[in-house]
């Protein structure tokens, strides 16, 4: 079956440092890719997404590329802010049918100042 | 505002005594989900409905029940709660089936313990 596989956390990082968040992926086909954010106390966030493959999602300074060659969907930030601290999840889903959306684990950030 | 309502926030119940999670969307989503977050285990999908009085068991159901029986509407029932259901419970809602390109709209969760 379909499954996501996120880097364990968690990441501390010194405000102003680069992020990596590396996620995989195992799937038939050509599933769409998201990163959900879940802040401190609430539910989850849709980040970004893209839907094929080369495409690259990218809100509020994050960024990620679907690359299908090597199954990864790697999120990226160039500069983080202590409001960056959360926890993050790479997910997957299918065009058809009726295949849930399959999360990762999920990556706890803090980041501090 | 477009979104995904649980109640309630929070729940400390006891072992046995029935309880109803509600989750309501103003959205007129077709597909609606609930998931529970456990540490370590992520976000783990319990039940699933695309459609009115079309519903599903995801990975983790046993324990729990669902109904649809109006689209915006899709709570969530434990007849006989026990202690390892004590988790944060996420709602879901998604325009179609699957989600698909869109994503989801979650819920703020509700975090009940049962003791």
């Known amino acids: 079956g379909d499954s996501v596989t996120q880097m364990e956390g968690p990441v501390t990082l010194s405000e102003e440092a680069f992020l990596t968040i590396n996620c995989t992926y195992t799937?038939?086909?050509?599933?769409?890719l998201f990163w959900y954010v879940q802040y401190p106390g609430e539910g989850l966030q849709l980040l970004l997404k893209a839907t094929k493959a080369d495409d690259k999602g990218s809100n509020k300074g994050f960024e990620a590329t679907y690359r299908k060659e090597t199954t990864s969907f790697h999120l990226e930030k160039g500069s983080v802010q202590v409001s960056d601290s959360a926890v993050y999840f790479c997910?997957?889903?299918?065009?058809?049918?009726?295949?849930?959306?399959?999360f990762g684990k999920g990556t706890r950030l803090s980041v501090i100042a | 505002e477009a979104q995904v309502t649980q109640n309630p926030r929070y729940l400390i119940t006891v072992t046995g005594k029935k309880l109803t999670v509600t989750c309501s969307q103003n959205?007129?989503?077709?597909?609606m989900s609930w998931y529970r977050q456990d540490p370590g285990l992520g976000l783990r999908q319990i039940y699933y409905s695309m459609n009115v009085e079309v519903t599903d068991k995801g990975d983790v159901p046993e324990g729990y029940k669902v109904s649809r029986k109006e689209k915006r509407n899709f709570p969530l029932i434990l007849e006989s709660p026990s202690p390892n259901q004590t988790s944060l419970y996420f709602c879901?809602?998604?325009?179609?089936?699957?989600?698909?390109?869109?994503?989801?709209?979650f819920g703020s969760g509700t975090r009940l313990t049962v003791v």
């Open positions: 879901a809602s998604s325009p179609r089936t699957g989600g698909s390109s869109d994503g989801y709209t």
């Open positions: 799937a038939t086909g050509y599933p769409s």
């Open positions: 959205m007129n989503h077709e597909y």
């Open positions: 997910a997957l889903s299918h065009y058809s049918g009726n295949t849930p959306l399959v």
